[in-house]
C-alpha cells in the first residue's frame, strides 16, 4: 500500500484520451483505486495534434493514457506529439488485443508501456510502477527536456548545412549553456569543409562505441568550436558504407549532456533521416524560392506526412529569399499547404565571406538579423527563459479539459 501511495504521490495529474465509451468504464475504476488523490481528466475525442503542440512547456510528471485501439493511426499521431512534450510526459497506451506487430509500433512510437483489455489492476499496478520508477531523474534535475532541431533540405544547395551551422552558434551566444551541431549526413556532410576543422572520429565511431559512451569518450569524439561541440560526418566514404537507421544511440547519450542539439540532415528521404525527424521537437524544412526547390519541398512534406511525422513539427524555413524572383511567401504557403515559418534573405557578400573563414555569419548582417529572429521563435528569448522554464502543462490539459465538455 506504501508503494501505491508513493505513486500517486507523484503521478499527480493524468488524463485519458478515449472515444471508446467503453473503454472508459473499463479503466476508471481502476484508476479511481490505484491514483487515489490524483486528478484525472477524461477526454472524449481526440485532439488536434497541432493544438497540442501549441501547448508545450516544462511542468511536473504528467500520465496519459491514449486509446490507440479505436482509430490506429491517428492514435500513433497524437502518441508521437505527446513524446514530443518531453521526458516528463508518459503515455500508456491503451490497446483492444495482444497484437505484437502493434504494440512494437507503440512502443516504437515512444509509449511508455501499455494495457491490454480487458484491463486489470495487476497490469496497471506493473505499468506505474515501471513509470514511478524513472520519476526522480526527471523531477530533481529541475531543467527542460534537450531541445532537438532536425534541419533537413528540400533539396540539395538550399543552403541547409549554412542555416544549421549559424542556428548553433547564434543560439549559443543567445545563452544556451550546451550546444551540439552535428554532422548525420553520412555521404555528403560538409561541416568539417564550412568550419576548417578536422578529427579522427565521426559519429560513425560513436554509434559503433555506443554501449560504452561515457564523457571522457564522448569528449574525444567531438570538436570544440567558439563554446559548441561538433559532431562530424565521415571524413572519407567507404566502399562499403554501413546500412544507417538509427540515430538513437547518439541522441539518447547527447539528451544527457546538451541543452540543444542542432542535427544537421543530408535530406528527409529513408530511415535514417526520418528517425532524425522523429526524435526532433522541430524539423526546419529548408528550400528557397525557386520553382524546382518548392516542388521538392512538396514531395518532401508529402513523404513526412506519409511517414507519421507531422506537419506540426515542421517548420518551412524559405532561404536566399528575394522577393522579386521567384514566388512570394503567400503563394509558397497557399501552394504547399503550409506557413512559412520565416525566411532568410539573400546575403551572398555576407555568407561567402564567412565561409571562407570559417566562421559563422556576423548577427548585424542581413542573414544574421533573420536567423537570430528564427534563433528566438524556435526556442527562448534571454531574460525571458527563467519564466518559461516555471511554465507547466496547464495550458495542454486545460485544452483536453475544454475537449471533453
Given at each position: 500500500?506504501?508503494?501505491?501511495?508513493?505513486?500517486a504521490?507523484?503521478?499527480?495529474?493524468?488524463?485519458?484520451?478515449?472515444?471508446?465509451?467503453r473503454?472508459?468504464?473499463e479503466?476508471?475504476?481502476?484508476l479511481e483505486?490505484?491514483?487515489?488523490?490524483?486528478?484525472?481528466n477524461f477526454?472524449?475525442?481526440y485532439?488536434?495534434?497541432?493544438?497540442?503542440?501549441?501547448?508545450?512547456?516544462g511542468?511536473?510528471?504528467?500520465?496519459?493514457?491514449?486509446?490507440?485501439?479505436s482509430?490506429?493511426?491517428?492514435?500513433?499521431?497524437?502518441?508521437?506529439?505527446?513524446?514530443?512534450l518531453?521526458?516528463?510526459?508518459?503515455v500508456?497506451?491503451?490497446?483492444?488485443?495482444?497484437?505484437?506487430?502493434?504494440?512494437?509500433?507503440?512502443?516504437?512510437?515512444?509509449?511508455?508501456?501499455?494495457?491490454?483489455?480487458?484491463?486489470?489492476?495487476?497490469?496497471?499496478?506493473?505499468?506505474?510502477?515501471?513509470?514511478?520508477?524513472?520519476?526522480?531523474?526527471?523531477?530533481t534535475?529541475?531543467?527542460?527536456?534537450?531541445?532537438?532541431?532536425?534541419?533537413m533540405?528540400?533539396?540539395?544547395?538550399?543552403?541547409?548545412?549554412?542555416?544549421?551551422?549559424?542556428?548553433?552558434?547564434?543560439?549559443k551566444r543567445?545563452?544556451?549553456?550546451r550546444v551540439?551541431?552535428?554532422?548525420?549526413d553520412?555521404?555528403?556532410?560538409?561541416?568539417?569543409f564550412?568550419?576548417?576543422?578536422?578529427?579522427?572520429?565521426?559519429?560513425?565511431?560513436?554509434?559503433?562505441?555506443?554501449?560504452?559512451?561515457?564523457?571522457?569518450?564522448w569528449?574525444?569524439?567531438?570538436?570544440?568550436?567558439?563554446?559548441?561541440?561538433?559532431?562530424?560526418?565521415?571524413?572519407?566514404?567507404?566502399?562499403?558504407?554501413?546500412?544507417?537507421?538509427?540515430?538513437s544511440?547518439?541522441?539518447?547519450?547527447?539528451?544527457?549532456?546538451?541543452?540543444?542539439i542542432i542535427?544537421?540532415a543530408?535530406?528527409?528521404y529513408?530511415d535514417?533521416?526520418?528517425?532524425?525527424?522523429?526524435?526532433?521537437?522541430?524539423?526546419?524544412?529548408?528550400t528557397?524560392?525557386?520553382?524546382?526547390?518548392?516542388?521538392?519541398?512538396?514531395?518532401a512534406?508529402?513523404y513526412l506526412d506519409a511517414?507519421?511525422?507531422?506537419?506540426?513539427?515542421?517548420?518551412?524555413?524559405?532561404?536566399?529569399y528575394?522577393?522579386?524572383?521567384?514566388l512570394?511567401?503567400e503563394?509558397?504557403?497557399?501552394?504547399?499547404?503550409?506557413?512559412?515559418?520565416?525566411?532568410?534573405?539573400?546575403d551572398?557578400?555576407?555568407?561567402?565571406k564567412?565561409?571562407?573563414e570559417?566562421?559563422?555569419?556576423?548577427s548585424?548582417?542581413p542573414?544574421?538579423?533573420?536567423?537570430?529572429?528564427?534563433?528566438?521563435?524556435?526556442?527562448?528569448?534571454?531574460?525571458?527563459?527563467?519564466?518559461?522554464?516555471?511554465?507547466?502543462?496547464?495550458?495542454?490539459?486545460?485544452?483536453?479539459?475544454k475537449?471533453?465538455?
Amino acid at each position: 500500500m506504501q508503494n501505491r501511495d508513493s505513486r500517486a504521490d507523484v503521478l499527480k495529474r493524468g488524463v485519458v484520451i478515449s472515444p471508446n465509451s467503453r473503454m472508459v468504464r473499463e479503466l476508471a475504476p481502476l484508476l479511481e483505486s490505484h491514483l487515489a488523490g490524483s486528478s484525472i481528466n477524461f477526454v472524449n475525442s481526440y485532439p488536434s495534434p497541432r493544438d497540442v503542440g501549441s501547448a508545450l512547456g516544462g511542468g511536473s510528471l504528467q500520465l496519459v493514457f491514449l486509446d490507440v485501439a479505436s482509430d490506429p493511426e491517428r492514435g500513433l499521431q497524437l502518441l508521437s506529439e505527446m513524446v514530443r512534450l518531453g521526458s516528463h510526459v508518459h503515455v500508456l497506451a491503451l490497446l483492444s488485443g495482444n497484437d505484437p506487430d502493434f504494440i512494437l509500433r507503440c512502443l516504437r512510437a515512444g509509449a511508455a508501456e501499455f494495457l491490454l483489455e480487458p484491463f486489470t489492476g495487476e497490469q496497471l499496478d506493473a505499468a506505474l510502477t515501471k513509470i514511478a520508477r524513472l520519476q526522480p531523474a526527471a523531477e530533481t534535475s529541475g531543467t527542460e527536456p534537450t531541445k532537438i532541431i532536425a534541419v533537413m533540405p528540400a533539396k540539395g544547395a538550399c543552403g541547409a548545412t549554412t542555416i544549421a551551422c549559424n542556428l548553433a552558434f547564434y543560439w549559443k551566444r543567445m545563452g544556451a549553456q550546451r550546444v551540439l551541431l552535428a554532422d548525420l549526413d553520412p555521404l555528403t556532410g560538409t561541416l568539417s569543409f564550412l568550419l576548417k576543422i578536422k578529427s579522427v572520429y565521426s559519429f560513425l565511431d560513436t554509434l559503433q562505441r555506443a554501449h560504452e559512451l561515457d564523457s571522457d569518450l564522448w569528449r574525444a569524439m567531438v570538436t570544440t568550436v567558439n563554446g559548441v561541440d561538433i559532431l562530424l560526418a565521415p571524413e572519407l566514404i567507404t566502399e562499403n558504407p554501413p546500412e544507417l537507421n538509427d540515430p538513437s544511440p547518439i541522441l539518447e547519450y547527447a539528451k544527457s549532456a546538451y541543452d540543444v542539439i542542432i542535427l544537421d540532415a543530408g535530406n528527409v528521404y529513408g530511415d535514417w533521416n526520418l528517425n532524425q525527424a522523429r526524435a526532433a521537437q522541430e524539423v526546419l524544412l529548408v528550400t528557397t524560392n525557386e520553382l524546382p526547390a518548392l516542388q521538392a519541398a512538396q514531395r518532401a512534406l508529402s513523404y513526412l506526412d506519409a511517414n507519421r511525422v507531422g506537419r506540426w513539427k515542421i517548420r518551412l524555413l524559405v532561404n536566399r529569399y528575394q522577393r522579386d524572383i521567384g514566388l512570394s511567401r503567400e503563394v509558397i504557403g497557399t501552394a504547399l499547404h503550409t506557413e512559412v515559418f520565416d525566411s532568410i534573405p539573400s546575403d551572398y557578400e555576407s555568407v561567402q565571406k564567412a565561409l571562407m573563414e570559417g566562421k559563422p555569419v556576423p548577427s548585424n548582417t542581413p542573414f544574421g538579423k533573420s536567423l537570430t529572429q528564427v534563433v528566438e521563435r524556435l526556442g527562448v528569448r534571454p531574460g525571458s527563459e527563467s519564466s518559461k522554464k516555471s511554465s507547466s502543462l496547464g495550458g495542454l490539459f486545460g485544452l483536453f479539459s475544454k475537449t471533453s465538455k
